[in-house]
Every structure is written in structure tokens, then in C-alpha cells.
């Protein structure tokens, strides 16, 4: 008897030390990780700042080719830079993927005007994408100013023959300015599909932007299922013409409004997603995307909207091939076409990755301008998005503190997947709406150190998702 109570406490010795060798062996392990990582790392931001390549690629794509809207010629334009581009930095390989896409046109500038207390008020105006153009003669009519959908649903009939005028700001009280974008933009997209319906003559939107400016920004709309007999010209205008055209009705609210705007809609036109790729040294098959579109509107030169993301997404593939990081997965680098307008260029993507029976893991998009890093949004599952959460402190000495759930972006979003992990870059959101969809979208309002930063932080996240993810005892570091 006393042999055996002598035994049970020592066989429980001998399985706690076991216990605390693993233990510590595990530690080892993760502190070897985090060590080996932290400075890759290091070094993926250093060669970035020191010797990238970004700024002087969007230099050259928004100067040399401009503003990309899908089926321009500029946008083919870019398609060959892409293709160009792709092979300068050697990937190992890289192709066109056909598809259609939509092919608007603006015509010539727009003009709107009213007359108020004798006096004649110039109003900066621009066609909204997909909208039809007004008579030649322009249009003329009453104005009704809305808030929301809803407002205008319940006017019914009183719209006949008016333009009405929908002026829901952005909710300045939100931090992240998507969030108020996301509380507005339904005016936008639906606003002539509602009026139409009822008669009325035009629509007329304020512009997205949590700025007071003169520059108006324009975006897509769609008529929905309404009769062609029914759509009607829609435009938007300035937030501080907005604010004016408001604060005037007020005081005679039987102004007529004027606009005239010449924009039409053509035949969808061939186009190209422009796609790279390094392969994979022990998983080939799997297949990690990073991409952002390579379209844009047509007003200014497309910088932030999305030669940022374009140039930054090349760049991943640039640091990895610098600093001699070999992937385990294949990392493709995709130039999307026609986001914008369409998001064709996605579907497209998304419809071959499925007829191919390629394997997609992951992807990462960015698509929200090239300000200072701030960190990233992950749409996976329960299990991913809690790994990708624990490198935080890898990530938060660049200033990379957010890793929440959210949205990926519009082109990566079609591969969305049980266990698919997407992911969206997320730089600083407080000045992007001031240049998205406007003509002041240009080359210098793109600060290099900030384009560049974001590049590094977008290599460094594909550098751990590669090496951990998808491996079979993923580390938590």
C-alpha cells in the first residue's frame, strides 16, 4: 500500500516536468518566431523606405496616362503600363484576362446655374456615371430639396416635373469617414431610380465629402428596373454649392434650377484585368491575391482612387523579390478593371478562379487611398481572424493598431469563403474624401513616406498570413 500511494505522486512529477519542458519548449519556439519575424519585418520596412519603387510608378501612371474610366483609352493605356510594369519587376509570370466592361462617357463640361434676388449663381456640377444627358437645351424646373430616400418616396406625384435635390450630409460625428460615406451614398446610386418613377425632370445630389469645398464629386448611379422612357439626368454638386442652394431656397423656394450636361452611355468595350504572379515554392496551388483597380474616374488623374492601391500592390511583389523572401503559397498580383462602374473586372476574376478550380486562401485588397497606415480589416472566419489579431504586436510598432473585423473590398469580396481570409488595407480615413471622385485626385496630393509606408505594411501582413496561416500548426505570436 504505501508503495502505490508512493508511485501516484511521483508518476505526477515525472508528467508535470514533461508538461513544463513542452511548456517551455513552445516558448522557445515562439520567441525564436517572433524574433526571426520582427526583423524580416524590420527589413521589409527599411528597403521599402530606402529603395521602393511606388511613389515613381504612380508618378508615371497618373502623369503619362491619367484618368482611367473602363473603356477609355486611357484605360487601355494603363492595361499596357500595368502588363509593362509587371514583367519589369520579374514576376514569374504575367497575362491579360479578358472582359467587357462598361464604356460612359462625359461629353462636354457640364453647367448648372440659378437666379436668386436678381442675381445669377454659378454651380459646380458634374454628370453622375451611368446618368443620361439632359434635352440640348438643358433642363429647367422647381426645386425639391429631400434628406434620405424615404423623404422623396413620400413626396410621390409632387415631383412631377421638378428636380429634386438631395443634400444629406456626411455625419461628422463619425471617426471613420467610409462609415459616413456608407450613410449617404444610397442618394446617390438611387436617387433618379426613386424620382423617376414619379415624373420628375432631374436629380441633383450634393456631394460626398465631409469637406466644404467647390469641387464636386461624381460616383455611379443606377436607374435599377426603370422604363429607359423614365430616366432622368442626375448630377451632383459641390457641398458648398449644397449648403448655398439650400440656405436660398429657404428664402424663395420657387427658384429654378438649370443644368445641361451631354454624357451617354456606349457599347461595352473589351478590356483586361492585369495579373502577376510569384509561385509558390512548397504550396503552388494556393493562391494568394493582392490587388487593387486599375480604372478610375475621369475627372482627375485617379492618385488615391486607385493608383495607390495599384502601385502598392506591385510593390509587395517588388519587396518580396528584394529581400529574398520566397512564399510557401503563390502570391498573384491583380490590376482589377472597371471597379468603379461595374466591378466586371472582379466578377471576371472570381468567375474563371472557379472554372479553373483554382484554390484561393486569401487576399488582400487596398482601396481606401494612400494616407498613413493604420492597419487592416479582416473578413474571415472565427479562427483566422483571431491568428491574424494576435500579431499585433508584430504590427503596432509601424503604427499598424487596427485589426478588426470589417470588409475586405469590392474586387477580392467574389472570393469570399468559408476558409478564405480577405483582408482590406486601411490607411487613415480623414482626408480621403476630400479628393475621392473629384478632379483634385492628383499625383501631388500623395505623400511618398505615407504611399510607401503602406506598402511595407501590405508586404509585412502577406509575409505572416504566407508563413502561417495555411501552415499546419499555425503559431500565434
Known amino acids: ?225 426603370l422604363p429607359i422612357e423614365k430616366h432622368i439626368p442626375t448630377a451632383a454638386i459641390s457641398s458648398k454649392a449644397a449648403n448655398i442652394l439650400s440656405d436660398d431656397l429657404k428664402v424663395n423656394p420657387n427658384l429654378k434650377f438649370y443644368f445641361k450636361q451631354s454624357c451617354k452611355t456606349l457599347p461595352d468595350a473589351p478590356s483586361f484585368n492585369v495579373v502577376g504572379e510569384i509561385k509558390g515554392e512548397k504550396t503552388p496551388e494556393n493562391i494568394f491575391v493582392v490587388g487593387g483597380h486599375l480604372d478610375s474616374w475621369d475627372l482627375g488623374e485617379g492618385a488615391h482612387d486607385d493608383g495607390t492601391g495599384i502601385v502598392q500592390s506591385l510593390e509587395v511583389a517588388y519587396l518580396f523579390k528584394k529581400n529574398n523572401i520566397k512564399p510557401k503559397n503563390t502570391i498573384r498580383i491583380v490590376f482589377f478593371m472597371n471597379e468603379e462602374n461595374g466591378t466586371r473586372g472582379a466578377k471576371k476574376y472570381a468567375e474563371l478562379a472557379t472554372l479553373n478550380k483554382e484554390n484561393h486562401i486569401g487576399g488582400l485588397e487596398s482601396d481606401a487611398g494612400g494616407h498613413t497606415p493604420r492597419g487592416f480589416s479582416i473578413d474571415a472566419n472565427s479562427v483566422n481572424t483571431e491568428l491574424l489579431q494576435s500579431w499585433k504586436k508584430l504590427l503596432s510598432p509601424y503604427g499598424l493598431h487596427d485589426l478588426d473585423k470589417g470588409g475586405s473590398g469590392a474586387d477580392i469580396s467574389p472570393l469570399k469563403g468559408e476558409n478564405v481570409t480577405l483582408v482590406g488595407y486601411r490607411p487613415d480615413s480623414q482626408r480621403y474624401f476630400d479628393y475621392h471622385h473629384t478632379s483634385r485626385d492628383t499625383f501631388d496630393k500623395v505623400n511618398k513616406r505615407e504611399l510607401v509606408l503602406g506598402s511595407a505594411s501590405m508586404a509585412s501582413i502577406v509575409y505572416l498570413m504566407d508563413k502561417y496561416l495555411y501552415s499546419d500548426s499555425p503559431v500565434k505570436l
Open 1 to 225: 500500500m504505501k508503495k502505490i500511494i508512493f508511485l501516484i505522486p511521483f508518476s505526477l512529477l515525472i508528467f508535470s516536468c514533461n508538461k513544463n519542458i513542452e511548456k517551455k519548449e513552445n516558448s522557445n519556439l515562439l520567441s525564436i518566431a517572433e524574433k526571426t519575424d520582427s526583423t524580416n519585418i524590420k527589413t521589409i520596412f527599411n528597403s521599402a523606405l530606402t529603395e521602393g519603387k511606388s511613389y515613381e510608378w504612380l508618378r508615371d501612371l497618373t502623369k503619362n496616362v491619367g484618368g482611367r474610366l473602363s473603356g477609355s483609352p486611357e484605360a487601355q493605356k494603363a492595361v499596357e503600363w500595368g502588363e509593362k510594369l509587371m514583367k519589369e519587376v520579374g514576376l514569374d509570370s504575367v497575362w491579360l484576362q479578358p472582359v467587357m466592361v462598361p464604356h460612359w462617357v462625359r461629353g462636354e463640361k457640364e453647367v448648372a446655374t440659378y437666379t436668386t434676388n436678381g442675381n445669377q449663381k454659378n454651380v459646380p456640377i458634374c454628370a453622375l456615371g451611368f446618368s443620361v444627358a439632359t434635352p440640348n437645351s438643358g433642363v429647367l424646373a422647381k426645386v425639391i430639396e429631400v434628406k434620405s430616400l424615404e423623404e422623396a418616396k413620400a413626396l410621390g406625384n409632387k415631383m412631377e416635373g421638378k428636380i429634386v435635390f438631395f443634400n444629406r450630409p456626411f455625419d461628422d460625428t463619425l471617426i471613420n469617414t467610409f462609415r459616413a460615406y456608407g450613410g449617404c451614398v444610397d442618394q446617390r446610386v438611387r436617387g433618379a431610380a426613386i424620382c423617376g418613377e414619379f415624373g420628375a425632370k432631374g436629380v441633383i445630389v450634393r456631394s460626398m465629402t465631409n469637406s466644404i469645398d467647390d469641387y464636386p464629386h461624381t460616383g455611379t448611379m443606377s436607374y435599377g428596373d
